[in-house]
């Protein structure tokens, strides 16, 4: 009887341990980044967003936006008219690719809060395509690296669920 307590205590103090390190890590701003997404504004576009819980900057080199061919993607910011932006996107490639070059400031040190970035894109579907109401599974790539220090190219894939359609 008492091995078995002895067991559950060792597992609970273990879990205990975990936990004190976490917050110290995160007291010390020495946490990695979250990336995630969220459907966003109109039913058409969706956001990135990106926490940086470590005191060193990172820098997001680039996002590939991976969904089936019969979607298009495009980055908020392009100021091209949609015209030209639907024109570039015919060509049948699995996804799209932004090349953000961008750094993320990191915390400071017993910070209560991380750094956040949001980005935005839009999706819509190509004139072929149906619009029959449906969900559209997908990933969004982020290269990333620490922009101080050595850099080392990390990469995160996160994978989205797209609603489309209207009919």
């Known amino acids: 009887m008492s091995a078995v307590i002895s067991v559950v205590a060792a597992i609970y103090a273990g879990r205990q341990a975990r936990a004190a390190k976490r917050q110290a890590d995160a007291a010390r701003g020495e946490l990695e980044p979250t990336f995630h997404y969220e459907l966003h504004g109109d039913p058409w576009s969706f956001r990135l967003q990106i926490r940086n819980h470590n005191r060193r900057p990172i820098r997001i080199k680039r996002v590939r936006v991976r969904v089936p061919n019969d979607l298009i993607v495009w980055d908020s910011h392009d100021s091209r008219p949609i015209r030209d932006i639907i024109k570039a996107a015919r060509r049948p490639e699995y996804?799209?690719?932004?090349?953000?070059?961008?750094?993320?400031?990191?915390?400071?040190?017993?910070?209560?809060?991380?750094?956040?970035?949001?980005?935005?894109?839009?999706?819509?579907?190509?004139?072929?395509?149906?619009?029959?109401?449906?969900?559209?599974?997908?990933?969004?790539?982020?290269?990333?690296?620490?922009?101080?220090?050595?850099?080392?190219?990390?990469?995160?894939q996160i994978s989205i669920n797209l609603p489309i359609g209207t009919n």
């Open 95 to 156: 996804g799209a690719a932004f090349d953000l070059n961008l750094v993320i400031d990191g915390v400071t040190p017993y910070a209560a809060l991380p750094t956040i970035y949001q980005h935005d894109f839009h999706f819509g579907l190509r004139t072929d395509t149906s619009k029959k109401r449906r969900s559209v599974k997908g990933a969004v790539v982020v290269e990333w690296e620490y922009a101080s220090g050595k850099a080392s190219s990390q990469t995160v």
